[in-house]
T-cell receptor
């Protein structure tokens, strides 16, 4: 069973540019959530998508956006990049059955903003 | 109120010893508390989780102790092994499904042989 796949794994951008990151969840998983991981702030929740709808949202500016497609694949976009956006962006998928769900994380996309 | 405070930031334990990591929260609406383990270059992986209606949960060498009145919970790793050396994150869910998590800042555990 394939895990959560994130692409690209590494990328370098300059300030002011925008970036799109992709996440393919485990087959059958309907929920996809995104997290930003930095040494200073740790793991921070960005947003969660279920059935192509944003179901929960963290405390990030509007420059951070996402979407989910009908096949559950998800993308997140960061516009007008800032130096502080340099981070590991992690995607996690879950089955989203009844009760608490186990999040399975991908290996992440490491973004460096110069 | 949406914070989870985790301590210590780093921990060194001898092989065979007990590792203890503590977390505290304020929002009583949180109702699912997982612990994640992360190795360098990998995404976090679920270790063990608990609901607040249970005071303790044990899976192998890993135990969560939960104190609802104090709004605190902790992870105990018994008989710690060098392979347990990793970063550990406690978390609390802001939704019933457990798909939107607020994480602690993490504890880097090093088990010396």
């Amino acid at each position: 069973k394939a895990g959560v796949t994130q692409t690209p794994r590494y990328l370098i951008k300059t300030r002011g540019q925008q970036v799109t990151l992709s996440c393919s969840p485990i087959s059958g998983h309907r929920s996809v959530s995104w997290y930003q991981q930095t040494p200073g702030q740790g793991l921070q929740f960005l947003f969660e998508y279920f059935s192509e709808t944003q179901r929960n949202k963290g405390n990030f500016p509007g420059r951070f956006s996402g979407r989910q497609f009908s096949n559950s694949r998800s993308e997140m976009n960061v516009s007008t990049l800032e130096l502080g956006d340099s981070a590991l962006y992690l995607c996690a998928s879950s089955l989203d059955g009844n009760g608490a769900n186990v999040l399975t994380f991908g290996a992440g996309s490491r973004l460096t903003v110069l | 109120q949406q914070q989870v405070k985790q301590s210590p930031q780093s921990l060194i334990v001898q092989k065979g010893g007990i590792s203890i990591i503590n977390c505290a929260y304020e929002n009583t609406a949180f109702d699912y508390f997982p612990w994640y383990q992360q190795f360098p270059g990998k995404g976090p992986a679920l270790l063990i989780a608990i609901r607040p209606d249970v005071s303790e949960k044990k899976e192998g060498r890993f135990t969560i102790s939960f104190n609802k009145s104090a709004k605190q919970f902790s992870l105990h790793i018994m008989d710690s092994q060098p392979g347990d050396s990793a970063t550990y994150f406690c978390a609390a869910s802001i939704n019933q499904a457990g798909t939107a998590l607020i994480f602690g800042k993490g504890t880097t555990l090093s088990v010396s042989s």
